[in-house]
């Protein structure tokens, strides 16, 4: 496996309103090689999300150096960044974002349509559990079911990177360990390098790698000798 698929160097982010300034990120490095599974874990507020959204070029950063799969993403115009979302990344948001007049069927396709090497939208859905509820509208989904079809969206693109911000959220233990099952299935079988975003610690266990984020700052990056399969994690 090729080794640092993903690079942060020394990212800073700082958000201005006015005369006031945020220091969301400060001096952020570390690594994640091709196919792992890297938990990222901390508190509400720590930087997490701020962390995944300039990995996933939906946001950008203030100093620094990001670089996925050999190119600077961070370097990125706003042309190239679209290419960069739409082919190479799978977003599950914690808000779902489902297009509400669609079913959950149409809301995987169209996602799929944007992959250069998507998946069958039924068949990721499936995957998922919820063949029998392919032709609902999101409101008529409970939100542990509109979960599903948020991961099912990102799973059929097929993404080389997969960014996950607190994927078992809105779900119940057992089928939080079925999803994080999926997504771990997903990283071994196909070589996709998957980022989670939680403020669970239990899920830091199933990583190959896991990073601690504390008050913007990297509190340690290190790749775990021991993965535990899903189905032993308790939480």
């Not at 609902?136 to 979960?147: A, D, K």
């Not at 999803?179 to 071994?188: E, M, V």
């Not at 790698?209 to 990297?218: C, D, L």
């Amino acid at each position: 496996m090729s080794e640092d698929f993903i690079r942060f160097e020394n990212v800073k982010k700082v958000y201005r309103t006015g005369e006031v300034e945020l220091t969301a990120l400060r001096d952020v490095s570390f690594s994640v090689a091709r196919g792992e599974i890297c938990v990222i874990v901390g508190e509400s507020g720590a930087g997490k999300t701020t962390l995944l959204n300039i990995l996933g070029g939906m946001d950008c950063l203030t100093e620094g150096t990001i670089v996925v799969d050999g190119e600077e993403v961070s370097a990125f115009d706003e042309r190239r960044l679209t290419e960069y979302r739409r082919h190479d990344v799978g977003f599950v948001f914690q808000f779902y974002n489902l297009i509400p007049n669609l079913t959950a069927l149409e809301n995987v396709e169209l996602a799929a349509r944007l992959g250069s090497e998507a998946l069958p939208a039924a068949e990721v859905l499936e995957q998922v559990g919820l063949r029998e509820r392919a032709e609902n509208f999101p409101s008529r989904l409970s939100g542990g079911e509109q979960q599903r079809v948020a991961i099912a969206r990102a799973l059929a693109k097929n993404p080389k990177l997969l960014l996950c911000d607190e994927p078992t959220g809105a779900l119940d233990y057992e089928t939080g360990k079925h999803i994080l099952k999926l997504l771990q299935d997903c990283c071994r079988e196909k070589g996709m390098t998957v980022v989670i975003i939680t403020h669970n610690k239990a899920l830091c266990a199933m990583a190959d790698r896991v990073v601690r984020v504390k008050s913007g700052s990297i509190l340690s990056a290190e790749k775990q000798s021991v993965v535990t399969p899903v189905e032993e994690l308790e939480w």
